[in-house]
T-cell receptor, first 116, second 112 residues
Framework: AQTVTQSQPEMSVQEAETVTLSCTYD???????LFWYKQPPSRQMILVIR??????QNATENRFSVNFQKAAKSFSLKISDSQLGDAAMYFC?????????????FGQGTRLTINP | DAGVIQSPRHEVTEMGQEVTLRCKPI?????LFWYRQTMMRGLELLIY????????DSGMPEDRFSAKMPNASFSTLKIQPSEPRDSAVYFC??????????FGSGTRLTVV
């Protein structure tokens, strides 16, 4: 079974600085998808970014980018120019490309605090 | 599209009562998922459907939990009888194959 590990329960960063959240995963599959989700205090789960495992190019969405290292099974999220609204729990997640295994497997989350 | 719609947003019930949570997925999405979130266990998949058919219910904790999807636009998660340890936030999400989920706002269930 696939597992996702986020080794940083909490992180903090100064406003306008850059922060990187770590994620590693374990799988024997070659075709899959990786995601980062944000959960602010409102508890809404918001998709931040998506990476396809067969693409070498790292995904980018505005201030959010990933460093995807397939061989190392590592998928970190970089947030540039941190803003107060970025404060939230961040979850890394894995989804198989296999038809019969479409569930998302989540890590335990990293709580990000932004210091003004 | 209004997104994934869950109701109720909050539910407080007494132990032993039946609880029904409701979900309307995004039109056109062929996967629907029910997750439970607690501080101790994080996000746990309870069950998911593909084209209204349950595919994996291995996460349903016990027979007190049941889920149905009678059509492409509606699903329910029922707990009968409810227990205090069922207190959690229950999320419904929908998606297309291989894409990220769109989550509902969640239902915070408190069983006293």
């Amino acid at each position: 079974a696939q597992t996702v590990t986020q080794s940083q329960p909490e992180m903090s960063v100064q406003e306008a600085e850059t922060v990187t959240l770590s994620c590693t995963y374990d799988t024997s599959e070659s075709d899959y998808y990786l995601f980062w989700y944000k959960q602010p205090p409102s508890r809404q789960m918001i998709l931040v970014i998506r990476q396809e495992a067969y693409k070498q190019q790292n995904a980018t969405e505005n201030r959010f980018s990933v460093n995807f290292q397939k061989a190392a099974k590592s998928f970190s999220l970089k947030i540039s120019d941190s803003q107060l609204g970025d404060a939230a729990m961040y979850f890394c997640a894995y989804r198989s490309a296999f038809q019969g295994a479409q569930k998302l497997v989540f890590g335990q989350g990293t709580r990000l605090t932004i210091n003004p | 599209d209004a997104g994934v719609i869950q109701s109720p947003r909050h539910e407080v019930t007494e132990m032993g009562q039946e609880v029904t949570l409701r979900c309307k997925p995004i039109s056109g999405h062929d996967y629907l998922f029910w997750y439970r979130q607690t501080m101790m266990r994080g996000l746990e998949l309870l069950i998911y459907f593909n084209n209204n058919v349950p595919i994996d219910d291995s996460g349903m904790p016990e027979d007190r939990f049941s889920a149905k999807m009678p059509n492409a636009s509606f699903s329910t998660l029922k707990i009968q009888p409810s227990e205090p340890r069922d207190s959690a936030v229950y999320f419904c999400a929908s998606s297309l194959k291989n894409y990220g989920y769109t989550f509902g706002s969640g239902t915070r269930l408190t069983v006293v």
